[in-house]
Structures are given as structure tokens and as C-alpha cells.
């Protein structure tokens, strides 16, 4: 086999490997966890977008906040399957996962919230609170992109609503 066939065969061996790569990686991306069940926006739910400089709907006032952190999302979300508001922001932040964690547990800690659940991991932590003074839970999901290395926070303040009435309902 001459030189430039050889060239020719190892670039589209190497084009073979880079495709079936890129398959691989997109299916694994598509993959829902089947035991997990995710609420998706649908049709009849209402998204509203927040202006990055207010925290959305009911979180906390005294939220601590990370100064010109970069704003993934910033809304609140009416779920009407599951008669829930969520009011959410997600930034990637400065902070490590565990300097995060901390700073959070001590807020719950500290204002009178009662921590229901949490998850300790190095690249995944968890806070799930309530108190007395609010209806819903309050959340912290604080996570390690393996990918980009950045540092994701998601807060969320998650309440029941009362179910709409429908217009076509018999009594």
C-alpha cells in the first residue's frame, strides 16, 4: 500500500471513530433518568421571565446572593398539572460546591428554616427547607459541571396553589 492510500485510509478510519463518538455522546445526552420524574413546562403553564436584578416571586429577600454572578435563569414558573409555583434562579457561580453548602445550610440555619432533606456529595449537594412563616419548600441544588468545571447553583422556592377551576366543570 503506497504512502497517500495509507493517509487516506487512516483519515477515514479516524472520520469513522469522530462520528461514531458524536452518536454515542448525543444519545447519552438524550437519556432520562426513567426513575425520575422531571415536570416540563407544557402547554397551559405559564413562564415568567424576572429581571436579573430582582429574585423571582417567593424566595427569600435575604437570599444570600453571589454579586455579578452570571444568571442562567431567573423566573417563575406556574405548573398547572401539579398546581405548583415554582420560583427559581440558577447561576454558575464563583464559589466552590462546598463553600456554597455551607453558606446555605448556615442561612437555613440561621432564619428559623428546618432542614427536611440534604445531600452531601463532593460534586452534588442538596438542600430542601421549610418554616413557619411560608407555604412551600425552599431548595438549593448546587452541582459541578464534569464538563465545563463551573460550579451551577439553582434555588427554588416551590408552593401548592390552589387548583383552577374550570370553566366547564359540573357541580
Do not use: C
Request: hydrophobic share 40%.
Amino acid at each position: 500500500m503506497d504512502p497517500l492510500n495509507h493517509k487516506k485510509s487512516f483519515s477515514f478510519i479516524v472520520l469513522i471513530i469522530f462520528v461514531l463518538f458524536i452518536v454515542v455522546f448525543s444519545m447519552k445526552v438524550g437519556v432520562k433518568d426513567a426513575d425520575k420524574e422531571v415536570e416540563e413546562i407544557k402547554i397551559g403553564d405559564l413562564q415568567e421571565k424576572i429581571d436579573i436584578r430582582e429574585l423571582p416571586g417567593d424566595l427569600p429577600k435575604d437570599l444570600p446572593v453571589e454579586a455579578d454572578a452570571f444568571i442562567i435563569r431567573n423566573e417563575i414558573v406556574h405548573y398547572n398539572k401539579s398546581n405548583e409555583v415554582h420560583s427559581t434562579r440558577v447561576y454558575v457561580s464563583e464559589k466552590s460546591t462546598e463553600e456554597n453548602f455551607l453558606l446555605f445550610e448556615k442561612y437555613l440555619n440561621n432564619n428559623g428554616w428546618k432542614i427536611l432533606a440534604k445531600l452531601d456529595q463532593p460534586d452534588l449537594k442538596y438542600l430542601v427547607a421549610q418554616n413557619n412563616k411560608m407555604e412551600g419548600v425552599l431548595q438549593f441544588n448546587i452541582s459541578l459541571n464534569s464538563i465545563t468545571g463551573q460550579v451551577i447553583v439553582e434555588t427554588s422556592f416551590i408552593k401548592k396553589t390552589a387548583p383552577e377551576s374550570s370553566i366547564n366543570s359540573t357541580p
